[in-house]
C-alpha cells in the first residue's frame, strides 16, 4: 500500500475503564516506530478475556492506558516498515503473536481497528493459501489450546486425554490431541458442542464434566475454569495424572482435598504460548487438519459479539472481519 493510501484517521473499539461499556471511537492511524510495522488489520479474533478486560476490576492493572483498542488475536498484511525493519516487507501477510513484546489491546492498540502497530519480532507468517480469519484465531485460540495440550499437559501418542469444554478454545486443543494421536473424552453442555466433538474425533462427549470421574485418564485439560470443572477434571484423572487449567470461568475455585491427595494429582496452570505454538496451528489449518467452527461479524458488530460471549452463547469462535 502506498503511504499516501493509508487514511489519517480510523474507527476503533476502546476500553475506557472497568464496567463502561465497549466504546467506537475515532483516532488516528498510528505511526510504526523503530522496528515496528504497520499492518492493515483483515480480521481480529473475538476472546472472553475481552469481556474480563471490560467487567473484571482485577484485570485493569494489566491494562497500560485508557482508553486503549481491544482486540489481540489479529491478522493482516504489512503496508508500512518503522525504521530499522529489514525482516519484513509490504504486503507480508502475517499474524501478530499475543503475547509478544508488548500485548494488543493490553499494552498497546490492538487490532479492533483498521490499522496496527507491531513490533517486527512479533509476526508470524501466514501459510500460502490460508485465509485470515483462520490467521487471526489462530494466535491466541491457536496458540493458547497448542501450548496447554503439547508443552503443558505433554499429550503423545497413546495417552487418554480429557478435554473440558468445547469453545473456541477447547474444540481446538480436543482436534490437536486426537492428531496427536490421543483416546480424546470431552463435555460440554451445549448439544452444538457435543455434536461438534464428535466431529473432531473425541471417542465420548459428555454433557456434564461430572460423567468423566472414574476414567483414569492420563491428564485432563479444562477449558472451562469453574469449581465444577476443576472438581470434575481431579475425578477424572488416573493416580498421578495431570490438570492443566487454562480457562477462567470463575475467578477462584474450590477443590476437594482428599480428592486431589488420593489421586496424587499434577495440577498445572497453563496461559499463553509462543511464536512455534502458533505457527504449529497455522500449519495445521493450513493443511485442513484442523477446521475450527468460525462465525463472522462485521466490524459494526463487536459490541454485539462481545454481549454474545458474556452470555455464554457462542459455539466455536468469533472472527470479526474488516
Same mark, same amino acid.
Given at each position: 500500500m502506498?503511504?499516501?493510501s493509508?487514511?489519517a484517521?480510523?474507527?476503533?473499539?476502546?476500553?475506557?475503564?472497568t464496567?463502561n461499556?465497549?466504546?467506537?471511537?475515532?483516532v488516528?492511524?498510528?505511526?510504526?516506530g523503530?522496528?515496528?510495522?504497520?499492518?492493515?488489520?483483515?480480521a481480529?479474533?473475538?476472546?472472553?478475556?475481552?469481556?474480563?478486560?471490560?467487567?473484571?476490576?482485577s484485570?485493569?492493572?494489566?491494562?497500560?492506558r485508557?482508553?486503549i483498542?481491544l482486540? &489481540?488475536e489479529?491478522?493482516?498484511?504489512?503496508v508500512?516498515?518503522?525504521?530499522?525493519?529489514?525482516?519484513?516487507?509490504?504486503g507480508?501477510?502475517?499474524?501478530? &503473536?499475543?503475547l509478544?513484546a508488548?500485548?494488543?489491546?493490553?499494552?498497546?492498540?490492538g487490532?479492533?481497528?483498521?490499522?496496527?502497530?507491531?513490533?517486527?519480532?512479533?509476526l508470524?507468517?501466514?501459510?500460502?493459501g490460508?485465509?485470515?480469519?483462520?490467521?487471526a484465531?489462530?494466535?491466541?485460540?491457536?496458540?493458547?489450546? &497448542? &501450548?496447554?495440550?503439547?508443552?503443558v499437559?505433554g499429550? !503423545?501418542?497413546?495417552?487418554?486425554?480429557?478435554?473440558i469444554?468445547?469453545?473456541?478454545?477447547g474444540?481446538i486443543g480436543?482436534?490437536?490431541?486426537?492428531?496427536?494421536?490421543?483416546e480424546?473424552?470431552?463435555?460440554d453442555?451445549s448439544?452444538?458442542?457435543?455434536?461438534?466433538?464428535?466431529e473432531? @474425533?473425541?471417542?465420548?462427549?459428555v454433557?456434564?464434566?461430572?460423567?468423566?470421574?472414574?476414567?483414569?485418564?492420563d491428564?485432563v485439560?479444562?477449558?472451562?475454569?469453574?469449581?465444577?470443572?476443576?472438581?470434575?477434571?481431579?475425578?477424572?484423572?488416573?493416580?498421578?495424572?495431570?490438570?492443566v487449567?487454562?480457562?477462567? @470461568?470463575?475467578h477462584?475455585?474450590?477443590?476437594? !482435598?482428599?480428592?486431589?491427595?488420593?489421586q496424587k494429582?499434577?495440577?498445572?496452570g497453563s496461559? @499463553?504460548? !509462543?511464536?512455534?505454538?502458533?505457527a504449529?496451528?497455522?500449519?495445521y489449518?493450513?493443511?485442513?487438519?484442523?477446521?475450527?467452527a468460525?462465525?463472522?461479524?462485521?466490524?459494526?458488530?463487536?459490541?454485539? @459479539?462481545?454481549?454474545?460471549l458474556?452470555?455464554g452463547k457462542?459455539?466455536?469462535?468469533?472472527?470479526?472481519?474488516?
Open positions: 502506498d503511504n499516501s493509508i487514511p484517521e480510523m474507527r476503533a473499539w476502546q476500553w475506557t475503564g464496567g461499556p465497549l466504546t467506537l471511537s475515532v488516528p492511524v498510528p505511526e510504526p523503530p522496528g515496528e510495522v504497520l499492518i492493515r488489520v483483515r481480529a479474533g473475538m476472546c472472553h478475556s475481552d469481556v474480563g478486560e471490560l467487567d473484571e476490576p484485570w485493569a492493572a494489566n491494562i497500560h485508557c482508553p483498542t482486540g &489481540h489479529i491478522a493482516g498484511d504489512v508500512a516498515l518503522g525504521p530499522g525493519v529489514d525482516s519484513a516487507r509490504v507480508d501477510r502475517v499474524g501478530v &503473536h499475543p509478544g508488548t500485548v494488543p489491546g493490553y499494552g498497546r492498540d487490532g479492533y481497528a483498521a490499522f496496527h502497530v507491531a513490533p517486527v519480532g512479533d508470524v507468517p501466514l501459510p500460502e490460508m485465509s485470515f480469519e483462520l490467521g484465531l489462530g494466535t491466541d485460540a491457536g496458540m493458547t489450546s &497448542h &501450548h496447554g495440550v503439547v508443552e499437559a499429550v !503423545t501418542a497413546g495417552d487418554r486425554v480429557g478435554i469444554g468445547l469453545g473456541g478454545l474444540q480436543a482436534r490437536i490431541a486426537v492428531l496427536l494421536g490421543a480424546v473424552h470431552a463435555a453442555p448439544p452444538d458442542a457435543r455434536r461438534l466433538g464428535e473432531l @474425533g473425541a471417542v465420548e462427549v454433557a456434564d464434566a461430572a460423567d468423566l470421574a472414574g476414567r483414569g485418564l491428564a485439560i479444562d477449558f472451562a475454569g469453574f469449581t465444577a470443572t476443576a472438581q470434575a477434571a481431579v475425578q477424572a484423572i488416573r493416580v498421578g495424572g495431570v490438570v487449567m487454562i480457562g477462567m @470461568g470463575a477462584t475455585s474450590q477443590l476437594v !482435598t482428599a480428592d486431589v491427595i488420593h494429582a499434577v495440577i498445572r496461559s @499463553g504460548g !509462543t511464536r512455534a505454538d502458533i504449529s496451528v497455522y500449519r489449518l493450513a493443511e485442513g487438519r484442523i477446521v475450527p468460525v462465525e463472522r461479524l462485521t466490524f459494526e458488530q463487536v459490541a454485539e @459479539g462481545i454481549d454474545r458474556r452470555d457462542v459455539t466455536g469462535r468469533l472472527v470479526v472481519m474488516m
